[in-house]
């Protein structure tokens, strides 16, 4: 079993309509979460980070739910360029301050008009 | 600011020989990644620098890869000799030091490698 699992989609999605998934995790001992988004045959870039109570960016919510180990991405109101495949990021507490470092395979979601 | 720069941004070339991919992280940056990413395995981390030196280099496939950092501006990650199953995409990325252990990292526009 994967230490970071993700549902691969795509997520077909209408534009303006609301997208929501998840990622499980299961080293309990993780303590940062994050998600990067990745365009098609670019680089992966920070979207956001996790935090315990949960976080809203504009349109983007994540969540956190350490009892289930997983955490969840929601994207309100999805635009077109919201296309993209997101990867979650999970660190694990080590001796060293960057720890144990995992990504998800990433979901990818598709807008469309 | 430029960025994370990587070179070459495309590699082809045929098994057996020794390949080299160049990063330059982001200046001022102590924290330096590399990592492969595959259709199969999605993006997986090779090894990590933290003010030029090795700290986790567990994800290293095999003795025919190591990576140097000999200063701050400057790492390599050398296939020698390469196979096929090695074709990827190879991103280098870039942390600065923090309050927070975990900053953004910032990747380079990663090298296509192809091993024919």
């Known amino acids: 079993r994967k230490e970071v699992e993700q549902d691969p989609g795509p997520f077909n999605v209408p534009e303006g309509a609301t997208v929501a998934f998840n990622c499980t995790y299961s080293?309990?001992?993780?303590?940062?979460f994050f998600w990067y988004r990745q365009d098609c045959r670019k680089e992966p870039k920070l979207l956001m980070s996790?935090?315990?109570s949960g976080n809203e960016d504009g349109r983007f919510t994540a969540q956190l739910n350490r009892a289930s180990q997983y955490i969840s991405l929601l994207i309100r109101d999805s635009k077109l360029s919201d296309s993209a495949t997101y990867l979650c990021?999970?660190?694990?507490?080590?001796?060293?301050?960057?720890?144990?470092?995992?990504f998800g395979a990433g979901t990818q979601v598709v807008v469309t008009p | 600011d430029a960025g994370v720069i990587q070179s070459p941004r495309h590699e082809v070339t045929e098994m057996g020989q020794e390949v080299t991919l160049r990063c330059k992280p982001i200046?001022?940056?102590?924290?330096l990644f590399w990592y492969r990413q595959t259709m199969m395995r999605g993006l997986e981390l090779l090894i990590y620098?933290?003010?030029?030196?090795?700290?986790?280099d567990s994800g290293m496939p095999e003795d025919r890869f190591s990576a140097k950092m000999p200063n701050a501006s400057f790492s390599t990650l050398k296939i020698q000799p390469s196979e096929p199953r090695d074709s990827a995409v190879y991103f280098c990325?870039?942390?600065?030091?923090?309050?927070?252990?975990?900053?953004?990292?910032?990747f380079g526009p990663g090298t296509r490698l192809t091993v024919l």
């Open positions: 990325a870039s942390s600065e030091p923090g309050q927070s252990s975990y900053n953004e990292q910032f």
């Open positions: 080293n309990s001992a993780s303590q940062s």
């Open positions: 996790v935090y315990s």
């Open positions: 990021v999970v660190i694990a507490m080590t001796t060293d301050s960057w720890g144990k470092l995992q």
């Open positions: 200046s001022g940056h102590d924290y």
């Open positions: 620098f933290n003010n030029n030196v090795p700290i986790d």
